[in-house]
């Protein structure tokens, strides 16, 4: 016990959570500060959950996509930060540019970092660029007439659509994560990039249905998940052939453990 309280003092060392408020002195505009602020963390504090690197590179202010990227495995990132508790849904920028986006392969992935009012950082996580599909980007109703950006459509990132193997935490309430358990969660899923958008799409239906079951769970209870899917995928005519599929290959890239006789159990 005196051995475990020992490494928690070590990491929290190693981390700091407070943000740089001398880097600010003199500016106004609340936008700029947790801008300046956010970025000279991750800079300081951030590393590659893909390779491991040490530290992260920051892109010019004009890079129209990412924040920062890694210099070794090449990976890009986009850095969000808000003032609260974790939020469910995340606002964005332009609906369609972002639909674009996470349809291309040059899509970033993001840093999702929420602070305190004393401006010390609560959770700071990655979702992997290969959990983003255009169906958890909503649309926003578009400005009224009598807006400055009349028209203009936004959208939100609904996070509620992320399987929860795809929200890796770097700090989770205030508390560092072991850097090896961070790179070994974003390895696991990275299979899912070598995939169709079709293919990809089951795979992350099947494990958002894992996600709804106990940690040891029976075949039969994911096929009660079989109408929604049906209508996700209303022309499979075959629905619990594809999620022994699917299972099989969650399976092989060892997200959950097969137990015999129909049973599974989700692997940490």
């Known amino acids: 016990m005196q051995r475990q309280f020992h490494l928690i003092v070590l990491l929290e060392v190693a981390l700091d959570l407070k943000l740089n408020q001398n880097l600010v002195k003199g500016y106004t505009s609340p936008s700029q500060i947790i801008r300046v602020l956010s970025e000279n ?22 890079k129209p ?19 609260a508790k974790l939020s469910l849904i995340i606002n964005d920028g332009a609906y369609n540019t972002m639909i674009e986006r996470v349809s291309s392969d040059t899509n970033p992935n993001f840093f999702f970092l929420t602070y305190s ?18 169906s958890i980007i909503i649309k926003r109703p578009p400005l009224s007439l009598t807006a400055k950006r009349a028209g203009w459509v936004g959208c939100n990132i609904d996070l509620r659509k992320v399987p929860e193997s795809g929200k890796v935490f770097i700090v989770k309430d205030q508390f560092p994560i072991d850097k090896s358990k961070v790179t070994a969660q974003f ?32 075949l039969n209870e994911v096929y009660k998940f079989s109408s929604y899917l049906r209508s996700i995928y209303p ?10 599929q699917q299972l099989q290959i969650l399976r092989d890239k060892g997200i959950i453990e097969f137990i015999g006789n129909g049973h599974y159990c989700k692997l940490d």
């Open 117 to 134: 009012k004393t401006l010390s950082v609560n959770n700071f996580l990655i979702i992997p660029k290969h959990f983003f599909t255009p």
């Open 41 to 62: 963390w991750v800079s300081h504090n951030g590393y590659c959950p893909n390779c491991g690197q040490d530290t992260l590179s920051e892109f010019s202010n004009n």
């Open 65 to 83: 996509v990412a924040d920062f990227y890694c210099d070794n495995c090449h990976e890009q990132f986009e850095l969000k930060s808000k003032k």
């Open 187 to 218: 390895q696991k899923t990275v299979f899912l990039r070598g995939q169709s958008a079709l293919a990809r799409g089951w795979t992350l239906e099947i494990m958002k249905c894992v996600d709804k079951l106990p940690q040891q769970f029976t």
């Open 235 to 244: 022309n499979n005519n075959n629905i619990n052939a594809k999620i022994r």
